[in-house]
């Protein structure tokens, strides 16, 4: 099946946030906020993508960098649209765009009891990271 896929736009967010919304495998905190997303696309343009059909959003995919590693966050594809090579070729255009200006690496977050996501990135050719473990902290 044929998708239009084009450069997230932020007139798409209320839409992109829905489509989100729709997966437990998906956090979404106050930075996925409208004025959240702004920020990270004019910090990393033309980087993050949102797949269509028919006119309905089908997929969507936030990437960035922060100068040394590119990071893939929020990638989403429709139920109705699985398996069709849209989450593959979402990130295709992610690691596209970040070659293009020499990044090297690319890192993404996943929870660990997401199988299907594991299965997904692992099939593409993503390797665990066993021996690194992620900490956080809150900054007001
Ligand atoms: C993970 C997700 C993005 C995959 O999207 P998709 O468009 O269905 O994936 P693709 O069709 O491009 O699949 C590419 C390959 O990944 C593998 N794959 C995809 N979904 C899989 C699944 N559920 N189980 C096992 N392997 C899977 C297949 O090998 C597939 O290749 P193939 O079709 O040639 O066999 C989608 O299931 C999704 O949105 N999940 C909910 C949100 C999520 O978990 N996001 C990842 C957060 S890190």
Same mark, same amino acid.
């Given at each position: 099946?044929?998708?239009?896929?084009?450069?997230?736009?932020?007139? %798409?967010?209320?839409?992109? $946030?829905?489509?989100?919304? !729709?997966?437990?495998?998906?956090?979404?905190? @106050?930075?996925?906020?409208? +004025?959240?997303?702004?920020?990270?696309?004019?910090?990393?343009?033309?980087?993050?993508?949102?797949?269509?059909?028919?006119?309905?959003?089908?997929?969507?995919?936030?990437?960035?960098? %922060?100068?040394?590693?590119? $990071?893939?966050?929020?990638? !989403?594809?429709?139920?109705?649209?699985?398996? @069709?090579?849209?989450?593959? +070729?979402?990130?295709?255009?992610?690691?596209?765009?970040?070659?293009?200006?020499?990044?090297?690496?690319?890192?993404?977050?996943?929870?660990?009891?997401?199988?299907?996501?594991?299965?997904?990135?692992?099939?593409?050719?993503?390797?665990?990271?066993?021996?690194?473990?992620?900490?956080?902290?809150?900054?007001?």
């Amino acid at each position: 099946m044929n998708f239009e896929i084009y450069e997230m736009n932020l007139k %798409d967010y209320d839409k992109i $946030y829905q489509l989100w919304e !729709m997966s437990e495998d998906i956090e979404l905190s @106050q930075a996925d906020s409208y +004025s959240g997303i702004e920020k990270f696309l004019k910090r990393n343009p033309s980087m993050s993508f949102v797949a269509w059909k028919n006119g309905e959003i089908a997929g969507a995919v936030l990437c960035g960098n %922060d100068g040394r590693r590119g $990071y893939i966050h929020h990638l !989403m594809v429709h139920p109705d649209y699985r398996h @069709q090579g849209l989450g593959r +070729s979402l990130v295709g255009r992610c690691l596209y765009a970040l070659t293009r200006i020499g990044i090297q690496k690319c890192h993404l977050f996943i929870f660990e009891d997401n199988k299907d996501g594991m299965d997904f990135w692992e099939s593409l050719g993503w390797t665990e990271r066993v021996k690194l473990t992620m900490m956080s902290q809150e900054l007001d």
